[in-house]
């Protein structure tokens, strides 16, 4: 009898710990609503991934949903952790992401009927699991509007002013510094044996995209502080900027010396090295800041 109440105990025990902890077979749901919406948004999708391809300012696109799930997968024992709570408003969230895409396929806006699939996965999550779980998932899941291209109007609002600071900065350099004499019109350098155009590749909006994603993804991974990683995110616009206003002061350098030298192989080569520059100097304004931060709260 005695042995029967064990088995009778431990059979209730193994009941109540598979359901507060139901495994990774509890994401099951998860897996299978983020099919069907894929499933829904291929088209959408499909020619999202073909813009990635294509379009130089959108390179990293291809690594925001690997990372995101990554980290995602990382947070799984904390998310089986959590008795799932459905939210009917996730699929009030999902519906609207649906109505969202649909009215944007209509008016061609490629922007809204993208993050419509965003919109409709957070509210998958939340409709299948609960709040608590979508505040675990809070990172991954704001890390997907990264892989969607900025509106056009938006980007084009962003450029022409980027394109000019980026002449201007390096007229002033090339005259004051290296005592190079150039004529500045608009976004045109006019060099003694060449004219430059810095056109909206030259811009630095590429740099600054790819920078402020890698600023999420380092803060994320290496500063716990958020106020910290805030800053972080937001110091990616000055260092973009001056990384590719000396980009273009390079070039133009290159180009005063020979005109070959301001396109082709040289000129991608630059953006590369440069890129690499500017994400070096956020890691050291990092380490500068938080060894700071130290100092100060170290105390006398």
């Known amino acids: 009898m005695a042995l029967e109440c064990y088995h009778s105990t431990a059979l209730i025990d193994t009941m109540s710990t598979a359901e507060k902890h139901p495994g990774v077979s509890g994401l ?35 690594f925001v949903p690997v990372l995101a799930a990554w ?27 649906a109505v969202q895409c649909y009215l944007a396929t209509l008016g061609a806006e490629l922007f809204l009927a993208r993050t419509a699939f965003v919109f409709s996965l957070i509210g998958a999550v939340l409709f299948l699991f609960g709040t608590e779980t979508v505040r675990i998932l809070k990172f ?10 900025i509106p056009a109007i938006i980007y084009n609002q962003i450029t022409f ?31 003694a044996n060449q004219k430059l155009s810095v056109v909206e590749a030259c811009s630095g909006i590429r740099s600054l995209l790819s920078l402020s994603f890698l600023s999420l993804i380092y803060g994320y ?37 020979n005109p070959a030298y301001a396109e082709g192989l040289i000129h991608s080569a630059s953006g590369w090295v440069i890129f690499m520059i500017a994400l070096v100097i956020l890691v050291g304004f990092h380490q500068t800041v938080e060894r700071s931060y130290r100092i100060i709260h170290a105390g006398p």
């Open 28 to 62: 099951t749901p998860l897996f299978w609503f983020g099919a069907l919406l894929i499933v829904c948004y291929a088209p959408i999708l499909q020619r999202l991934v073909q813009q990635w391809n294509s379009d130089e300012d959108m390179g990293h696109g291809f």
């Open 71 to 97: 980290i995602a997968w990382q947070k799984r024992d904390a998310i089986l952790a959590v008795v799932p709570k459905p939210n009917w408003w996730g699929l009030a969230l999902v519906v609207f992401g």
């Open 140 to 149: 991954p899941l704001f890390l997907l509007f990264f892989m969607v291209p």
């Open 161 to 191: 002013p980027l394109q000019l600071l980026a002449s201007r900065v390096a007229t002033s350099a090339m005259i004051n510094i290296f005592d190079i004499p150039v004529l500045r019109d608009g976004n045109v350098l006019e060099l």
């Open 221 to 257: 991974f290496f500063e716990k502080k958020n106020w910290l990683r805030v800053t972080l995110f937001f110091s990616t616009v000055p260092i973009a900027i001056l990384a590719n206003a000396t980009r273009v002061t390079l070039t133009a350098i290159l180009a005063n010396i």
